[in-house]
């Protein structure tokens, strides 16, 4: 490879030129050869840009946040070409005629070259791909960074129907030593590209005693969440949260390693086990992005005992701010709307919602509570024990009785587990309909979620990406008579029992936050300011 | 004598009759349907027409409006009773006004003309002894049964016109004219049907087992993934427990949901319901639970909650639904497929005006 980087850049240039100037696409042997040269420049670049510390940091908070998780590791790899782009495109604009047009087309063909690059690498077993970097965020002419092409990699518990996916997630799981779940029973056609597990044939029957990979309390963990002793998209994270505290406490870096890339490397096999127990949720999702972040910036001189130390606060931070803090902010907002008299629905059990009414009824609000519930997992009990013991009179039905009481409700308070970026509301299954009936009886809807739980992710309806629980939860003894005792053998016969819904914005009045009240279309402003702010 | 062992022996069938209908009401007897329940009333109207002492139709009727509210109380939801005994009501106008000799539009139907030239009160009073009456009547009371007995048949028939293949089908509960309606379908078609299983009695298990032992395939959906499921469903069909004198209906709870999900995404919502399930009720508005609403027993969804806070929860678990006619695109009936818009004519045609209130 070349070692000039000048005569390298100005050959860059001239491809450039004549590419633009042509107009056509780059031939397989132009594009291999363009790759070379960005290789060898990127070398040399790494070295002068080391002092770009503030640019990088910026890069790495504009990339994307998808469900994905990238490799803390990769980003040292990922930053120098995102920085490239930094530091390339004023070094053309300046030389070049400074028109935005030129220095824009550059820079997409620059990112689309490096997004196969991206891909190419993504493909290689291991290593995940790190989502097309974001080149345009730092550049001051330039047009914001939503209309540059992403590669997303799909998510690998949405294409159960690939066998290739299938097959290069055992490899995956073999080399990290977890054992794979196997799916149980018939699976709905419509939803044939999803994972059915059954609640018992746990994972950790086939883990090996003791299991010198994956830490107990991370064991732990992942039965409690297969089981369905933890559930509900706070406690989940919160727990995950906990469980990651005990294990950094518990790390001790190898000799020759370094701790911020080796405990990222401990981590992911922990994280696929945890996937294979239960499929990771929105906030989970978002919780490790963070810690692997944290991780990922703690300096290498640091010391041990101080970096640990340090994880642990942010930790503690993170669920104070995010999950505790954000929950007394949100009833604060939601208070304001409670007035004496009301009528509220809830449905399930919403950690946040059940925050709120509990504290409006510790300010002496008047109002009283129908909670609704639904088969299979009936969690509204758990909602109805926790209202009463406050003192706060309820009324308790099955979602079939919506149209009965739905004429006498003033409100609706309704949990979310995940705000998607089109503006829908990502909840139980169950709450798309509450939602629908209350809009046809004119009764106002609102959503209270945190802004941990924001996802880039879009969806439309409730197929492409969902959970599938245990079928067996449908069946049930009435009078002694089990009706579906036997649904395994006949072939014609399937259950469907699913765990999310997505709400469509239109049904949705308000969505009550901790950076305020919002309407459920402003989902991609909060992200982005988020993602600006941080 | 053989004319009081007539009356004891009639007044114990009327008795039994109404012992089962209240018990049928708790779900503690033997749960009967609306077509057994329609058939074993004018079943007993027969008889009672044959065995009572009458000499005038007016008696007869008199008679019949007696048992009929009596009838009528001993289970409210149950309107195919009402809607039996208003029927046979109708036969005898009919039979004597046959008898008599004049034709039966112009004694049915109310007129501007009649009204203004008849000036006052209609002179009928169903006093003349006509001695064919009784055999008329019992003859067109048979005459129903026969009608009675093929509603099924007639609606199932008519399932290929509307299912065409690779079609998904959502339906709701345990409804026997669409299970048969299915099944039919399904002789010669191939098509998939989505079940939702309508807690907390979950009768919807039942009519997917059933309807898996037919050769189609089924999938059982929680109440609560209606709305869900419901962008890939081509058609709802479901079956009613009275279709209302407006064009509305009262089915099982849930029926409303899926009605107003179904209007969302533009499905069309068909209703099979044969015609003595036509009732002259109207719905009344605001809806409360000493109305047309009933409760059934709650114990099925509360056995796990513990006392403590049993006492101070309310709990309904209602047993109806009503949907209005705007959510409903057509009723399949035994005689043919209506729009909700032209019930009211239909029901001008079973009934006459005046036996509305019985």
């Not at chain 1, 439309?460 to 449908?474: K, W």
Request: aromatic share 6%; net charge positive.
């Amino acid at each position: 490879m070349a070692d000039s980087g000048v005569t390298d850049g100005a050959e860059k240039k001239e491809d450039i030129t004549r590419v633009k100037n042509e107009g056509k696409e780059l031939s397989k042997e132009e594009k291999q050869r363009l790759r070379k040269e960005k290789k060898s420049q990127k070398k040399n670049k790494e070295k002068k840009d080391e002092q770009d510390a503030l640019a990088s940091e910026r890069e790495k908070n504009c990339a994307p946040s998808t469900l994905s998780q990238p490799a803390a590791h990769k980003e040292p790899a990922a930053s120098p070409p995102v920085q490239a782009a930094v530091s390339e495109p004023p070094a053309p604009a300046a030389g070049a005629p400074p028109a935005d047009k030129p220095a824009k087309s550059k820079a997409e063909l620059k990112a689309e070259r490096r997004a196969r690059q991206e891909a190419e690498r993504a493909s290689k077993p291991g290593k995940k791909g790190d989502p097309g970097p974001q080149s345009t965020a730092g550049k001051p002419k330039a047009p914001p960074s939503e209309l540059q092409p992403v590669v997303k990699r799909l998510p690998e518990h949405v294409q159960v129907d690939n066998p290739e996916v299938l097959k290069k997630l055992a490899k995956k799981l073999e080399r990290q030593q977890i054992p794979l779940r196997s799916d149980y029973g018939y699976k709905v056609s419509l939803f044939s590209h999803l994972h059915q597990y059954s609640r018992k044939a746990p994972l950790t029957q086939q883990l090996s005693i003791p299991s010198t990979v994956i830490h107990p309390v991370i064991v732990r963990l992942g039965l409690q969440y297969s089981q369905g002793i933890v559930a509900g998209s706070n406690a989940r994270s919160v727990a995950l949260l906990h469980a990651f505290k005990q294990v950094i406490r518990d790390y001790v870096t190898p000799p020759n390693e370094e701790l911020s890339r080796d405990m990222v490397n401990k981590l992911k096999p922990y994280i696929s086990f945890l996937n294979q127990c239960r499929p990771l949720s929105a906030s989970m999702g978002n919780a490790i992005k963070y810690i692997k972040k944290e991780i990922s910036n703690i300096p290498s001189q640091c010391k041990e005992e101080e970096a640990k130390t340090k994880l642990q606060d942010c930790i503690d931070r993170y669920i104070r701010e995010k999950i505790v803090l954000a929950a007394s902010a949100i009833s604060k907002y939601a208070i304001e709307k409670i007035s004496d008299g009301d009528v509220i629905l809830v449905y399930g059990c919403s950690s946040l919602v059940n925050h709120i009414l509990c504290e409006a009824s510790e300010k002496h609000r008047k109002f009283r509570v129908i909670v609704v519930d639904s088969r299979p997992r009936l969690e509204g009990r758990e909602a109805l024990r926790r209202l009463v013991k406050h003192g706060i009179s309820c009324t308790y039905v099955l979602i079939s009785a919506l149209s009965y009481v739905l004429p006498e409700v003033s409100k609706v308070f309704l949990g979310a587990h995940a705000l998607l970026a089109n503006g829908y509301v990502m909840s139980r299954v169950g709450t798309s309909q509450i939602a629908l009936v209350a809009k046809a009886f004119n009764v106002p809807v609102l959503v209270c979620c945190e802004t941990y739980k924001f996802c880039e992710r879009v969806q439309t309806d409730s197929f492409v990406s969902n959970e599938l629980d245990d079928p067996d939860d449908l069946m049930v003894t009435r009078k002694g008579k089990t009706q579906l005792e036997g649904w395994q053998q006949v072939s014609q016969l399937g259950l469907l029992n699913l765990v999310y819904d997505v709400t469509p914005p239109d049904f949705v009045d308000l969505v009550i936050t901790d950076l305020g009240m919002i309407p459920c279309t402003s989902v991609p402003v909060v992200l982005r300011v988020k993602n600006v702010d941080q | 004598m053989p004319g009081a062992d007539k009356n004891t022996d009639l007044s114990e069938r009327i008795e039994a009759f109404l012992a089962d209908l209240k018990r049928g009401g708790t779900g503690a007897g033997p749960l009967r349907g609306s077509a057994e329940t329609a058939r074993e009333t004018t079943a007993l109207l027969r008889r009672i027409t044959a065995q009572a002492r009458w000499s005038s139709a007016g008696d007869l009727m008199e008679i019949i409006r007696k048992e009929g509210r009596r009838m009528t109380a001993a289970q409210p939801s149950e309107t195919t009773v009402g809607n039996m005994v208003r029927r046979v009501l109708k036969i005898i106008r009919e039979e004597y006004a046959r008898s008599r000799g004049s034709s039966e539009e112009t004694d049915q139907q109310e007129s501007l003309h009649k009204l203004l030239t008849s000036g006052g009160l209609s002179e009928e009073n169903f006093r003349q002894h006509f001695p064919t009456l009784k055999a008329n009547v019992i003859e067109a009371i048979n005459e129903l049964l026969t009608e009675l007995e093929g509603t099924t048949y007639n609606i199932a028939m008519q399932a290929l016109e509307h299912i065409h293949s690779n079609e998904v089908i959502m339906t709701i509960g345990r409804s026997r004219t669409v299970e048969d309606f299915l099944k039919d379908a399904a002789r010669k078609r191939k098509f998939h049907v989505i079940v939702a299983e309508c807690a907390p009695f979950c009768q919807g298990h039942k009519m997917a087992t059933s309807l898996s032992q037919a050769e189609i395939e089924t999938t059982v959906i929680p109440d609560a993934a209606i709305f869900a499921v419901m962008s890939r469903v081509n058609k709802v069909i479901i079956g009613t427990q009275t279709v209302l004198a407006n064009g509305g209906l009262r089915a099982v709870n849930g029926t409303h949901t899926l009605a107003l999900a179904a209007k969302h995404h533009s499905t069309p919502l068909i209703v099979c319901a044969p015609m003595f399930k036509l009732s002259p009720q109207v719905p009344y508005f605001p809806f409360s639970p000493s109305h047309s609403y009933e409760q059934r027993s709650v114990t099925h969804s509360l056995w796990w909650v513990r006392r403590e806070i049993l006492s101070k929860v309310n709990v309904y678990c209602p047993v109806f639904d009503y949907v209005p006619p705007e959510l409903i695109t057509l009723f399949i009936s035994n005689i043919g497929g209506n729009a909700p818009s032209y019930i009211y004519r239909l029901m001008s045609e079973l009934y006459h005006p005046e036996d509305h209130e019985l």
